[in-house]
């Protein structure tokens, strides 16, 4: 076990990518295995020392910056296994937390496999997204995290280790799991009883359906239930071939209606990304790539896996459908090859840098969104973004995973006081999604920053349910206090 306490090691951890500058921590713990985790808690149960589990920084809530509790880093819990063929059409690979998703997938592919899930962040913790079953732009195809995942091996806080194998653990008829703990002793629970919103993409609140598997409680659970040390992840033979385009359109209106066609299986394009850029995220790129054609009112990333066979008939239907929604096939970029696809992809990476520079010269921070509503809500949730943010003369893009009904709202204030507006604004909108059905985080998570927001998505009974399941798993309330769950309701009797 390795333990830093001097202040430079300990400023490493006390960041991530939210802007949250409050971290403080007394020291830093690195277990070596998952051994030395699981017996770090059991060591300190009773000691009244708190955790928080810390992966790479790559994080956007806040959720490893320490508000005065020690660290446990899982940065040297890093060994990653050799892809294991189960069939032709399905392989896994056993990592530990601490392994870097880019690594990860670089090391399945040289053996001709593919993990999906791709976080824009590809230096992120294979821990950290599992905790926060994160997503991306691939799970309009594929799903988030969870869908991935076969096993996860956790240490709990009493100092148990839970190996979780998907199918080991599954809820009765009556929504109830029982466990025996060498630790912790006989556990018996039920599931939580809310409704999970009707999105595609979801992650904030533990997860709950019927017959579920325990596995998909603590995958997405922030780390708040126990710490995910080593996992099983599903592989899948790789893609033989691919193509990209970035489609450009002269109204949103047929913008919306090449989405909703393309989103159909009756359209007869199959596609793995679909992704927005509005015209003022098209501005912010115009400067890096003054190419990107003028007057524009939104452009449409897509991807899509194919066969050399036909590929042809494929790249067919989309220019059927770009046709058909009056898409300009002249500004159209397509990307055939591999190096045209990295051109695509560094321009999709580039918005994010271009508005982080521009906030450099800003004096505060931005409000940015990660909501996501049922299809057939998300155009009236687009306009009443849009409508807003104009009627407060707000510097803002709009961009992301429109597949899923789930983009990315950015506020970029230029002073304090829209940056006060803005903040006020995003209390509105998390209002409109929960009336929506929505949920309140489809990919980040809740972390800190978005805590204070969980009960006007879920209620105040919802979010007791989750309290519940935490204090049976963590009675001494020792792992991730403030993530997720409003630190004020774990003071309340479950």
Not at 442 to 451: D, M, N, Q, T
Request: charged share 25%; glycine share 8%.
């Amino acid at each position: 076990m390795i333990f830093k306490n001097d202040p430079q090691s300990v400023q490493a951890f006390l960041t991530d990518t939210s802007n949250l500058r409050t971290g403080r921590t007394p020291g830093v713990y690195l277990p070596e295995s998952a051994a030395e985790a699981a017996g770090l808690l059991k060591t300190e149960a009773g000691s009244g020392k708190r955790f928080t589990i810390a992966g790479n920084g790559t994080g956007t809530t806040g959720g490893r910056i320490p508000e005065g509790d020690w660290v446990i880093a899982t940065h040297r819990l890093q060994r990653t296994g050799e892809p294991q063929a189960l069939s032709a059409c399905e392989a896994t690979m056993r990592v530990e937390a601490g392994a870097v998703l880019a690594d990860i997938q670089r090391k399945a592919e040289d053996a001709g496999w593919f993990y999906p899930p791709d976080p824009t962040e590809s230096l992120c913790f294979i821990g950290g997204t599992i905790a926060n079953n994160s997503s991306g732009s691939r799970s309009f195809l594929y799903g988030s995290t969870r869908e991935h995942v076969r096993r996860i091996l956790v240490a709990l806080p009493q100092g148990d280790l839970l190996d979780i194998p998907r199918g080991r653990y599954v809820a009765d008829d009556e929504g109830f799991f029982r466990l025996d703990l060498p630790v912790a002793g006989r556990i018996v629970f039920r599931r939580p009883q809310y409704r999970m919103p009707e999105t595609s993409k979801h992650n904030a609140g533990y997860y709950s359906k019927e017959g579920m598997d325990l596995i998909d409680l603590f995958i997405g659970s922030e780390g708040t239930l126990g710490i995910i040390v080593e996992a099983d992840l599903k592989l899948i033979p790789l893609p033989r071939h691919l193509f990209a385009g970035l489609a450009f359109f002269g109204s949103i209106d047929d913008l919306f209606a090449f989405t909703e066609a393309a989103r159909s299986p009756e359209s007869g394009v199959r596609p793995r990304v679909l992704e927005l850029f509005d015209s003022r995220s098209l501005d912010f790129l115009r400067q890096q790539y003054p190419d990107t054609p003028a007057g524009t009112a939104g452009a449409i990333f897509f991807e899509q896996e194919t066969d050399p066979e036909r590929e042809d008939a494929d790249l067919q239907a989309w220019l059927d459908l770009m046709e058909r929604c009056s898409v300009p096939l002249e500004t159209t970029w397509m990307a055939l090859d591999r190096e045209e696809q990295r051109k695509l992809t560094a321009f999709r990476h580039a918005l994010p840098l271009l508005v982080n520079e521009w906030l450099s010269r800003q004096e505060e921070s931005k409000i940015s969104t990660d909501m996501a509503v049922p299809a057939a809500s998300f155009r009236e949730l687009y306009d009443f973004y849009e409508s807003s943010c104009l009627k407060n003369d707000f510097v803002f893009i709009i961009f992301g995973h429109i597949g899923d009904a789930h983009v990315h709202l950015n506020i970029l204030p230029r002073n304090r006081e829209e940056f006060l507006r803005a903040r006020q604004l995003y209390g509105e909108f998390v209002e409109k999604v929960a009336a929506l059905g929505g949920t309140l985080s489809a990919e980040h998570g809740v972390g800190k920053l978005k805590s204070r927001y969980l009960a006007s998505m879920y209620g105040d009974e919802s979010i007791m349910e989750m309290v519940r399941i935490k204090k049976i798993f963590d009675p001494e309330l020792v792992l991730n206090i403030g993530n997720l769950i409003p630190a004020s309701y774990l003071e309340q009797p479950a």
